[in-house]
């Protein structure tokens, strides 16, 4: 089996087997062609296939569903949709993506459901770690998929550890070296598998990787659509950052005014307050000054009637 690592995560297939040729003799055939077509281009594998298997160690769970998300939830480019790539017409989405969550304690080989999956998967993604190269189930599963898709291919990508750093070797023996007929190891046969690395890359440039290979289309335009939307987005974020500061400064100005409006009110209610005290105090001290004054005018009035006439 030859190593598709070389190019960028893919290996170039035959185009005219991997689109199919409709044999127009018939109306049964052409809507065979038909369905196959569509339910490549709107689903993805279709037909009941995979369009990847991850394979990974358990400890690696958090990765593995990242990757399972992440490729199932890529919308691809339109321009690129139906056109041809490295391995057939480029669908809109990868569906359904394989990923087995159960621990296969206590079984002595790969149960008949990852088998069937792994038969009807048109690619493996391998989650490589050091838990990963030690992983008897991970290395059944690259042997199996090898063995039943001999011209598929098989990604990787490093999650953890160093390539051929003994204790902290990541690569799975499968990966390092194709297999002869009886499908063990022909160690005559080494393979240099390529793999983005999750510890020195981004998560979305390994993503991207991953799915430029399951695709068969160019890395640099999935890279550059993404750019495109990473730019668009940032810019819808600024326009939005924008409006909102225009906003809360429009009410930062109207709550200033309000607020100094609203001083000036305390200020002339409390000097009319001060006003009306004042003048209060004012007429009760005329009053009191009246009613002295009232007193001695009637004060008088008695004296004079009690002096004595000439």
């Known amino acids: 089996m030859s190593n598709p690592l070389g190019k960028i995560f893919s290996a170039p297939v035959d185009t005219a087997a ?18 196959k077509q569509l339910s490549a281009l709107v689903g993805g594998a279709g037909n009941g296939r995979y369009a990847a298997f991850i394979s990974y ?17 890529y919308r691809v480019p339109k321009s690129l949709v139906g056109t041809q790539g490295d391995r057939g017409p480029i669908p809109a989405r990868l569906r359904p993506i394989f990923r087995d969550e159960d621990e296969l304690a206590g079984a002595a080989e790969l149960g008949p459901k990852l088998q069937a999956a792994l038969a009807r998967s048109d690619a493996l993604i391998v989650i490589c770690s050091p838990n990963a190269a ?4 991970v290395d059944q599963e690259i042997r199996s998929f090898k063995r039943l898709n001999p011209d598929a291919p098989v990604f990787a990508l490093i999650a953890a550890g ?32 390529l793999a983005p690395d999750l510890q020195k890359n981004e998560r979305n440039i ?15 335009a999935l890279y550059r659509r993404d750019q495109r939307r990473s730019r668009r987005i940032a810019a819808a974020l600024s326009a939005v950052a924008f409006l909102l500061i225009v906003t809360l400064s429009g009410l930062s100005i109207a709550a200033f005014s309000y607020a100094r409006m609203a001083v000036q009110q305390r200020n002339a209610a409390q000097a009319a307050r001060k006003l009306a005290e004042e003048n209060a105090d004012k007429a009760e001290r005329r009053a009191w000054l009246a009613q002295v ?14 002096c004595p006439r000439p």
């Open 57 to 73: 160690s358990h400890a690696d769970m958090k990765v593995a569903r990242w990757l399972h998300r992440a490729i199932e939830n």
């Open 206 to 220: 390994v993503k991207l990787k991953l799915i430029a290979g399951l695709l068969g289309a160019p890395y640099a």
């Open 162 to 193: 160093v390539p051929g750093d003994g204790g902290q070797a990541c690569f799975p023996a499968p990966l390092l070296f194709a297999l002869d007929a009886a499908g063990e190891l022909d160690r005559s046969q080494p393979l240099e598998p």
């Open 293 to 306: 004054a009232a007193q001695e005018v009637r004060r008088l009035a008695v004296e004079g009637e009690n």
């Open 134 to 137: 030690r992983s008897h189930w």
């Open 18 to 35: 991997a689109v199919g040729k409709p044999v127009l003799a018939g109306g049964a055939e052409l809507a065979g062609y038909a369905h």
